[in-house]
């Protein structure tokens, strides 16, 4: 997305460069990776039309001459969580509120509104100011529109509020500009050239879980979690870049490990492909991808996967 910025110096007078943290909460599949990913202009958090595809809270960086936003895409909140997994995807999210110069409140326009929405609880507890982002403004009426804010104002907090598409990037240039307005005075706290916090072995380990959950059905996403076993640059015999990656998908059940390989090893290897293609266009390199799967029993309740696959 192109920067557009009003923070242009008047009449030659020297620009303050503005820092801060931006972080992005709100239900499961509200628009919050497609959001942070049109905002930094780079493809930072995986998407999928299924709920609680993120499952980590991912940092995207916006530098520019005069300022540096540092946005937090967050799991979308659990309202009963099933798994000590859950609990600590509601803790990442629950640990914005406390590192945050402003809060983005993503909500869906096509969603019902819901009385019991466990954001209102976390967000009472927030000293940042809330900007509420509506999605998916090209899918409702304008009454919609209204209807939505006034709802939500009448229950929290909210600063102000803009109607976007994340999807299509309508509006997101203008909220660029209202995040601007609450960002404060400070430092450079990342490299300009830098982009997130994250090494690539976890995108990496992203992508194929995002090939998972668009190859397969049911509750087999929601059962496999990647881990990557090796991560080795070198080069081909012609001198071009190779990175060659082992990753292990773990399953819960035997049945499910049958699924992920299908018949013959069909689906495995259909998705090895596919999971190549990706971290080939995302590390700019030819790729050998080594894939094979195990099951670990009760993996999202057991705190040492748990901290193996870096949710602690």
């Known amino acids: 997305m192109p920067i557009q910025t009003n923070t242009e110096a008047l009449a030659g007078e020297p620009v303050p460069f503005r820092s801060g943290f931006v972080n992005i909460v709100g239900r499961p599949n509200a628009g919050k ?55 600590a995807m509601n803790r990442f999210v629950e640990g914005t509120l406390e590192d945050a110069d402003l809060l983005l409140l993503v909500f869906d326009l096509t969603e019902e509104l819901e009385e019991t929405n466990p954001v209102f609880t976390m967000l009472a507890a927030a000293e940042a100011p809330v900007l509420l982002v509506l999605n998916k403004m090209d899918l409702v009426k304008e009454q919609r529109i209204q209807d939505v804010y006034h709802w939500w104002a009448k229950r929290i907090r909210i600063a102000d509020f803009i109607a976007i598409s994340a999807l299509s990037g309508e509006n997101t240039a203008e909220l660029l500009q209202k995040i601007l307005t609450y960002i404060p005075q400070g430092p450079v706290y990342y490299p ?62 035997e049945t499910q490990k049958g699924i992920i390989l299908g018949k013959g090893g069909a689906a495995i290897k259909k998705l090895g492909m596919v999971a190549r293609m990706a971290i080939e266009t995302f590390l700019q390199s030819k790729v050998f991808l080594e894939t094979s799967v195990k099951v670990r029993n009760n993996w999202r309740d057991d705190e040492r996967m748990l901290q193996q696959f870096g949710y602690k």
């Open 33 to 87: 990776s497609t959001l942070m990913n049109a905002l930094v202009g780079e493809r930072m958090s995986i998407i999928t039309h299924k709920p609680q595809t993120t499952r980590h809270r991912i940092i995207g960086i916006l530098s520019h001459e005069h300022f540096q936003v540092i946005f937090s895409d967050t799991p979308g909140y659990v309202r009963d969580p099933a798994y000590k997994m859950h609990q």
């Open 192 to 253: 300009p050239d830098q982009l997130t916090d994250r090494p690539e072995r976890f995108f990496v380990s992203e992508i194929i879980r995002e090939k998972i959950f668009l190859l397969y059905a049911e509750e087999i996403p929601y059962s496999c979690e990647v881990g990557i076993e090796s991560y080795q640059e070198t080069v081909t015999k012609t001198g071009e870049p190779l990175v060659r990656i082992q990753a292990t998908i773990y399953v819960l059940r």
